[in-house]
């Protein structure tokens, strides 16, 4: 098949969605297809287009500062978001595609799309945020394209309840031969990864961290990413006792290789968000054999996985309860290790991209 793919940002860019479209077309690359990519540059050094990977990947328009935004409430360049909608309008119009695949940011790319691209065409929906505005967009833009897929069940659940479309779940994947997964006397530790955002309430663990220090516990707190809500974590540490401050290593952005690294000897993945979909750290995690504590909030998908399969605890999002159920997953350790390492072949991209394609033939779509 020749698959177009449309999402915001693409790597170099960091962030879970740019890491999902990025292993999916890899996949897609792989089991036979051609696949171009049209995302926004947000680099000046860019080039509009490169092959890379045996992905073309269309950079289109590129804009450095599309990150701010002068409209309070949105977090983007708006100019940006439009003109990209109509870059991809213009890139449509002149060429043919047998699936498109819309991520779901920033939307105007699907309202900005022509029909006959839609008719063959998904929205990938990472989140579900709800409200006056989302809330509108979540209910009527599965209606614009043929299909609707979520990053997880929660996820395509709530959508599909949102618009009373059906929408299909496939879940970020991983190339399981990639990790490690060290014995459980070579663990030790807590573990962060992702990026410091506020909802992803990462003080909330560094205040959960001092509690477990208080209790005895004498592992360290590891933070391994970087974002806007680094100060707040800066200030949640310094709250701490100096012993137990100096026992949270705040590592900033790190590359592949040291993620696959602490992910196969921590003790515990700890995600305490308000809001997720299905975050790549949690697939990467079960590859790793790491046991995962999330939250309850009903935004976050992270507790479906994590209840799903069985591979830790979910937990209330105060200070105490975090702090319990980072002692629970430690005292039964080898069963939520052995849950994820069971379950993570389903993750596997391999798998993931077979999985696809008979969804795609369910819904007489040739592959």
């Not at 897609?28 to 050094?45: F, N, P, S, T, W």
């Not at 515990?268 to 809001?275: E, H």
């Amino acid at each position: 098949m020749r698959i177009g793919m449309f999402t915001e940002l693409y790597p170099p860019s960091v962030g879970g969605v740019e890491a999902r479209f990025a292993e999916l077309a890899a996949a897609l690359v792989k089991a036979g297809h051609e696949v171009d990519v049209y995302c926004i540059g947000h680099q000046r050094a860019m080039v509009s287009y490169a092959l890379e990977g045996g992905i073309g990947v269309h950079r289109q328009p590129i804009i450095v500062d599309y990150r701010r935004s002068i409209v309070p409430g949105m977090p983007r360049n708006v100019a940006a978001i439009l003109r990209y909608g109509w870059d991809v309008r213009q890139a449509l119009r002149h060429r043919e595609f047998d699936l498109h695949i819309f991520g779901q940011w920033p939307f105007s790319h699907v309202l900005f799309a022509p029909r006959r691209a839609r008719r063959r065409g998904l929205i990938d929906w990472c989140e579900v945020r709800g409200g006056p505005v989302y809330g509108r967009f979540e209910r009527w833009f599965p209606r614009l394209t043929a299909l609707n897929m979520g990053v997880s069940t929660a996820v395509a659940e709530q959508i599909e309840s949102a618009s009373g479309r059906p929408v299909f779940s496939l879940s970020s994947g991983v190339t399981i031969s990639n990790y490690l997964s060290a014995p459980e006397r070579e663990r030790q530790g807590i573990l962060y990864v992702g990026r410091l955002f506020p909802h992803k309430r990462v003080p909330l663990l560094v205040a959960a961290f001092g509690v477990l220090r208080a209790r005895g516990y004498r592992g360290r707190l590891t933070i391994a990413g970087d974002g806007p809500a680094r100060t707040e974590i800066d200030a949640a540490r310094s709250q701490l006792p100096p012993t137990d401050g100096a026992a949270v290593d705040i590592t900033g952005h790190i590359d592949d290789r040291a993620k696959i690294s602490l992910l196969g000897h921590a003790a515990v993945l700890v995600l305490p968000s308000q809001r997720e979909g299905f975050p790549l750290a949690v697939a990467e995690a079960m590859a790793s054999g790491l046991p995962v504590v999330t939250t309850s909030d009903p935004g976050n998908g992270t507790r479906n996985v994590v209840e799903q399969f069985g591979i830790g605890v979910v937990a209330d999002p105060t200070v105490e309860a975090l702090a319990t159920a980072v002692d629970e997953v430690l005292g039964s350790w080898s069963h939520y290790s052995a849950n994820a390492l069971a379950a993570a072949p389903e993750l596997d991209w391999d798998h993931i991209v077979v999985a696809f394609g008979k969804i795609l033939v369910e819904n007489g779509w040739t592959t």
